[in-house]
Every structure is written in structure tokens, then in C-alpha cells.
């Protein structure tokens, strides 16, 4: 169990501070031995939830809390692959270094953002998991609110319009293609599980 907060703060920590490079080889987004290792750590903590209820192992009161962080943490992954990319390829900041004031940084993460949070309402949507569709627009209110308090003030007028072009564009299609799916029923679910029981005695 200890290995699990030491691997998430290493991770987190790392991602905010290290270039990607390792033994001085050419950094490639994801195909790179720093990146594998972080992915392998976010594989770890999925493996470990699935693991503990296939065993009936109770490893935290909140079930789902290692599916959660899991999911936190792959997005900060993700997102500090891009800025390691845009280091790399276009010499701009790294977190640490002032990737907040950089205009180009700023404009990849708003659209960045956005497609995660699309991606994430669809599938939250077409599989009916009400939270992570939440979560989703959780993620697309902090965009907003991105653009209106950094976007709209740190970034020139061309990368301010691509922004708020590219993020409007993926929130309308968020509204057409990701509805907010319904409640479950309870009551009937534990019913199903019941009959699942029965049956299987």
C-alpha cells in the first residue's frame, strides 16, 4: 500500500519539473522511457481497484477512490506530455519554467482540454456514468473559466481566437453528441443483482 502514494507524489512531482529525456535520448511523446513508466504507474493503480474487487479486498473505504485518482493523474500525464512536446519541437516553457505565461502552451491546453472533456461526456453518456459525465463538465467549466481569466488577458489576438474558436466548437458538439445521462434506477438495480444471486444458486 505504501507504493501507491509514493508512486502518485513522484508522479505528480516529476511530471511538473521533468523534460522527458532520459540517458540523452530524442524525447518522443508516449514512446519514451519516462512517459512508459508514468503509464505504468497510472496501469498499476487501475490494475490494483479491478484487483481488489475481483478478490473482495477492501484496500480503501472509498472503492472507486484509486479509479479516481487513476483517472486525475492520467489527465496531468497527459496534459504534461503536451507541454514536454511543445518543449521540445517548439521551445517553449516547461510547467515549472512559466508554461502559464507562454501564449502557444495556453492555446494547446484550452483545446486540449476541451477534447478531453468531449471525449470523456461521450463515453460517460453512451455508457450512462453519470459521474464521470460530471466530471466532464467539471473539466469544461475550468476551460471557460481558463479562457476568460488567462486566455482573454495573457494571449495576443490570433491565439486568443483560435482558443476560443477551437474550445466553442468542441462545447457545441459536447451539447449535441454527449447528453447527460439518466438516473439509474436503484431499486432496480439491487432487484437485477438479486435475480443474478438466485439464479446462480
Given at each position: 500500500?505504501?507504493?501507491?502514494?509514493?508512486?502518485?507524489?513522484?508522479?505528480?512531482?516529476?511530471?511538473?519539473t521533468?523534460d522527458?529525456?532520459?540517458?540523452?535520448?530524442?524525447?518522443?511523446p508516449?514512446?519514451?522511457?519516462?512517459?512508459?513508466?508514468?503509464?505504468?504507474?497510472?496501469?498499476?493503480?487501475?490494475?490494483?481497484?479491478y484487483?481488489?474487487?475481483?478478490?473482495?479486498?477492501?484496500?480503501?473505504?472509498?472503492?472507486?477512490?484509486?479509479?479516481k485518482?487513476?483517472?486525475?493523474?492520467?489527465?496531468?500525464?497527459?496534459?504534461?506530455?503536451?507541454i514536454?512536446?511543445?518543449?521540445t519541437?517548439?521551445?517553449?516553457?516547461?510547467?515549472y519554467?512559466?508554461?502559464?505565461?507562454?501564449e502557444?502552451?495556453?492555446?494547446?491546453?484550452?483545446?486540449?482540454?476541451?477534447?478531453t472533456?468531449?471525449?470523456?461526456?461521450i463515453?460517460?453518456?453512451?455508457?450512462?456514468?453519470?459521474?464521470?459525465?460530471?466530471?466532464?463538465?467539471?473539466?469544461?467549466?475550468?476551460v471557460?473559466?481558463?479562457?476568460?481569466?488567462?486566455?482573454?488577458s495573457?494571449?495576443?489576438?490570433?491565439w486568443?481566437?483560435v482558443?476560443?474558436?477551437?474550445?466553442?466548437?468542441?462545447i457545441?458538439?459536447?451539447?449535441?453528441?454527449?447528453?447527460?445521462p439518466?438516473?439509474?434506477?436503484?431499486?432496480?438495480t439491487e432487484?437485477?443483482?438479486?435475480?443474478?444471486?438466485?439464479?446462480?444458486?
Amino acid at each position: 500500500m505504501l507504493f501507491i502514494p509514493l508512486s502518485v507524489i513522484w508522479a505528480i512531482y516529476s511530471n511538473w519539473t521533468h523534460d522527458g529525456i532520459v540517458w540523452g535520448l530524442a524525447y518522443l511523446p508516449v514512446v519514451n522511457l519516462y512517459d512508459l513508466s508514468l503509464i505504468t504507474v497510472v496501469a498499476y493503480l487501475i490494475s490494483t481497484h479491478y484487483l481488489s474487487i475481483r478478490q473482495n479486498q477492501i484496500l480503501i473505504k472509498d472503492n472507486n477512490l484509486l479509479l479516481k485518482i487513476a483517472g486525475l493523474l492520467g489527465f496531468w500525464l497527459l496534459s504534461s506530455v503536451l507541454i514536454r512536446t511543445l518543449h521540445t519541437y517548439l521551445g517553449t516553457p516547461l510547467w515549472y519554467q512559466g508554461a502559464w505565461l507562454d501564449e502557444q502552451v495556453q492555446t494547446a491546453l484550452t483545446i486540449f482540454w476541451t477534447l478531453t472533456a468531449l471525449v470523456l461526456t461521450i463515453i460517460s453518456s453512451r455508457y450512462q456514468k453519470r459521474f464521470w459525465w460530471f466530471m466532464g463538465i467539471g473539466l469544461l467549466a475550468i476551460v471557460v473559466l481558463k479562457l476568460v481569466v488567462i486566455d482573454l488577458s495573457q494571449t495576443d489576438t490570433i491565439w486568443r481566437v483560435v482558443s476560443f474558436l477551437g474550445a466553442g466548437s468542441l462545447i457545441l458538439l459536447i451539447g449535441y453528441l454527449a447528453p447527460l445521462p439518466p438516473e439509474q434506477d436503484e431499486n432496480k438495480t439491487e432487484l437485477e443483482l438479486g435475480t443474478d444471486k438466485d439464479s446462480g444458486n
